[in-house]
């Protein structure tokens, strides 16, 4: 089992930058492959980004493709979602989530279903 927490979400303003962090519990992070959603207020929440368990394949929303970027350090236990270009369709809460990798396949990664753990979300709002 592992626990999430999410941090560096704030205010910024249109085109400005943020990166995300998701720290994890355990000693077994490495084992886990890793997502990012968001959700908006009376939206359903969304795949934005997903990374294999060394961090050797990433998955993307079409969306943010080219301007986000996921990446993770298994030595820290700590995922990250450097955002650029940011635009105030990208204000929601950002949520982490991670599974046990053994099992998933690309077609997982996309599906929120797939991922059992979860962070409690950190907001992120962009100003035009």
């Known amino acids: 089992q592992v626990q999430l927490v999410e941090s560096g979400g704030g205010l910024v303003q249109y085109g400005g930058s943020l990166r995300l962090s998701c720290a994890a519990s355990?000693?077994?992070?490495?084992?886990?492959?890793m997502g990012w959603f968001r959700q908006i207020p009376g939206k359903e929440r969304e795949f934005v980004a997903a990374?294999?368990?060394?961090?050797?394949?990433?998955y993307y929303a079409d969306s943010v493709k080219g301007r986000f970027t996921i990446s993770r350090d298994n030595a820290k236990n700590t995922g990250y979602l450097r955002m650029n270009s940011l635009k105030p369709e990208d204000t929601a809460v950002y949520y982490c989530?991670?599974?046990w990798g053994m099992g998933f396949t690309p077609l997982h990664f996309r599906n929120q279903d797939e991922y059992r753990y979860w962070g409690q979300g950190t907001q992120v709002t962009i100003s035009s």
């Open positions: 355990g000693r077994t992070f490495g084992a886990y492959v």
């Open positions: 990374i294999t368990m060394s961090g050797g394949t990433t």
């Open positions: 989530a991670a599974d």
